[in-house]
Structures are given as structure tokens and as C-alpha cells.
């Protein structure tokens, strides 16, 4: 059996260099000060949830060099019932969640649960960090970019 071929539909990264460009900058800005294994969570939720298979596959492994076990990657899509995570992991989970499904607002007290579980500065770069995942997310669903390629 053979996997079915998604074609790519551009190199987004060549086409629009200075774009591309400015998201990575975006990127690494974002992940200032937060903690690599909470990190990749966020951004591994994020792209289940927006159905980014190129990020799912790139941030697992990010997740792994990071430490994080399998167990908790496989349960990650139903943190919620998984006793496998932190109150802060779980407060940083439904604001990724809040964020990445924007039209349904974020919920005051999501918001609040995460403000008690992270600082003012951090809480900015984890909703930073929320939004850029959501922007590589619609970039790579877009254009299709192909899982295991750079």
C-alpha cells in the first residue's frame, strides 16, 4: 500500500522570501522565555485542531528532542481527560484552544486561568507564540506543504 501523494501547492518560502522572513522573525520572538516542552504542546495543539499535518509532524519531533514522552504527545488531542498535565499545561491548552478558534471568542475565564498561571510578560509570549503557530498553520495548510520536507 502506498500513502496518497498531497501535492504541494508552492514553496511559500520562495515565492514570498521577505514574508516568509518576517514570520520566522515572528517565530523567535515569540518563543522568547517560555519553557521548550510547553512550547511545543501549544504548537502541537494548535495545528491538531487546524489540521496542519506538516506542523503535527514537525513540532512532535521539536517535542521529543525537548524531552516530552510519547504518552503525552498521543494524548494531547484530549488533554482535557488526561490527568497527564499540568495545571499550567492545561491553562496554556484552552487558551491555545480560545485563540486557534477565534471566532468563538476566548472566554473570560480562560483568559483568567491562564493570567493566574502565568506571568504578565510570559502570558504575552504565550499568546504570541499562539497566534504564530496559527499563522504557520494557515500558511502551510494553504500552500500544502508536505510533512518531512524543510
Not at 17 to 33: I, T
Not at 122 to 145: G, H, P
Request: charged letters at 25%.
Amino acid at each position: 500500500m502506498t500513502a496518497y501523494e498531497v501535492p504541494q501547492r508552492m514553496n511559500f518560502s520562495t515565492v514570498a522570501p521577505k514574508v516568509f522572513k518576517a514570520v520566522l522573525a515572528l517565530d523567535a520572538a515569540a518563543r522568547e522565555g517560555i519553557d521548550p516542552v510547553l512550547l511545543e504542546l501549544v504548537q502541537i495543539r494548535a495545528s491538531q485542531i487546524n489540521r496542519c499535518a506538516y506542523c503535527i509532524d514537525y513540532h512532535t519531533s521539536d517535542a521529543r528532542k525537548a524531552g516530552e514522552t510519547e504518552e503525552r504527545i498521543y494524548q494531547l488531542n484530549g488533554w482535557e481527560e488526561s490527568s497527564l498535565y499540568t495545571v499550567q499545561e492545561r491553562a496554556a491548552l484552552a487558551l491555545t484552544e480560545a485563540v486557534t478558534r477565534l471566532p468563538d471568542g476566548v472566554p473570560d475565564a480562560v483568559y483568567d486561568e491562564a493570567a493566574r498561571h502565568f506571568g504578565e510578560k510570559e502570558l504575552a509570549q504565550l499568546i504570541a507564540l499562539i497566534f504564530t503557530v496559527n499563522a504557520w498553520n494557515r500558511m502551510n495548510v494553504t500552500t500544502r506543504k508536505t510533512p518531512g520536507t524543510e
